[in-house]
């Protein structure tokens, strides 16, 4: 949700997916990709985000800190990136999602906008359940 730089968002893009191979997930077993090559991601959260209403958002813990955090400047593209993480739980039809406890109310975000599409257009996403770990 912040500018960052061509070249920086590159590199990081190349050292997440080095540090997802060092911590032994196996490409053989398992699909990695760039989830900015597959528009249907942002296709599906604009989408969802048409369902959401303003206030709803805005009542999330993690905007007000971080708007908090950019003198009360907070972007568009931060209030509304839980509507994107949704729509990367729902898009695969995704039934657990592991998350931590500062993500849970994001979990929910995505509990309640697939409840209002299937009441709306039908049963069409499974209700995602959070997978807590125990530490």
């Given at each position: 949700?912040?500018?960052?730089?061509?070249?920086?968002?590159?590199?990081?893009?190349?050292?997440?997916?080095?540090?997802?191979l060092a911590c032994g997930i196996d490409p053989q077993k398992c699909f990695l990709f760039r989830q900015s090559l597959v528009p249907e991601h942002a296709e599906l959260a604009w989408i969802l985000g048409c369902l959401i209403n303003?206030?709803?958002?805005?009542?999330?813990?993690?905007?007000?800190?971080?708007?908090?955090?950019?003198?009360?400047?907070?972007?568009?593209?931060?209030?509304?990136?839980?509507?994107?993480?949704?729509?990367?739980?729902?898009?695969?039809?995704?039934?657990?999602?592991?998350?931590?406890?500062?993500?849970?109310?994001?979990?929910?975000?995505?509990?309640?906008?697939?409840?209002?599409?299937?009441?709306?257009?039908?049963?069409?996403?499974?209700?995602?359940?959070?997978?807590?770990?125990?530490?």
């Amino acid at each position: 949700t912040m500018p960052t730089e061509p070249a920086v968002l590159r590199q990081n893009i190349l050292d997440t997916t080095a540090a997802i191979l060092a911590c032994g997930i196996d490409p053989q077993k398992c699909f990695l990709f760039r989830q900015s090559l597959v528009p249907e991601h942002a296709e599906l959260a604009w989408i969802l985000g048409c369902l959401i209403n303003m206030p709803r958002l805005l009542r999330l813990p993690q905007w007000k800190m971080k708007r908090a955090s950019q003198n009360n400047e907070g972007t568009v593209g931060l209030l509304t990136y839980p509507v994107l993480q949704a729509a990367d739980i729902l898009l695969y039809k995704s039934t657990h999602v592991p998350v931590g406890e500062d993500q849970v109310l994001h979990l929910e975000l995505a509990q309640d906008i697939a409840q209002h599409f299937n009441k709306k257009y039908g049963e069409f996403f499974p209700m995602p359940k959070a997978i807590l770990s125990e530490l």
